[in-house]
């Protein structure tokens, strides 16, 4: 028997989970856009619902961005089922540029973006009181590739959004 003395391991907490799981997700999709730029605007994974209303798999379903359907359109639809603390819907605003608004239900610090056809990220990481936050890019809805965030509630509670379409 060796005098060493191993450490015990922690097991990860949720919120640890979910940044290792955005890490991944992040990594993938720039590793994916630099072996090849047309792909990483057009290709998702593949599904058997309507391009629409895909479903993530089980480990992207509270971080992973929301992805544009396939289907040809002028402009795209992002559907990501989320927490229902924190609710994205976006919208092209006219005048070249487009916007998002975050609701969210707790206190925290959320996270947020969009990405356009170009590789251009419009980040913003801002404390939130409950109710809807705006944000925005400044190019079209029709060039935006994805759309996503995150909150991280004040109890450290972490909630991925959902993302619709404004009606």
């Known amino acids: 028997m060796s005098g060493h003395r191993g450490v015990q ?16 997700f992040c990594g993938v999709a720039v590793l ?8 990483s605007t057009t ?28 289907a040809p359109a002028v402009e795209p639809t992002f559907v990501y089922p989320g927490d229902p603390q924190c609710a994205i819907t976006y919208r092209d605003r006219g005048d070249g540029s487009m916007s998002w608004t975050a609701t969210v239900t707790v ?24 109710g809807p936050n ?18 991280t509630a004040t109890d450290g509670t972490s909630y991925g959004c959902s993302v619709a379409p404004q009606h």
């Open 32 to 39: 994916v856009a630099i072996v090849d730029p047309q792909k």
């Open 9 to 24: 391991k922690q097991p990860m907490t949720k919120g640890q989970k979910i940044g290792v799981g955005i890490a991944v």
């Open 107 to 130: 206190p925290g610090e959320l996270i947020t973006h969009a990405g356009d056809a170009a590789g251009n990220l419009y980040p913003h990481d801002v404390q939130v009181s409950p």
């Open 134 to 151: 705006a944000f925005a890019a400044p190019v079209p809805l029709s060039q935006i590739t994805d759309i996503g965030g995150n909150l």
């Open 43 to 70: 290709t998702s994974a593949p599904s058997t619902p309507p391009a629409s209303a895909t479903t993530p798999s089980p480990s992207q379903t509270t971080s992973a961005p929301a992805k544009a359907s396939q």
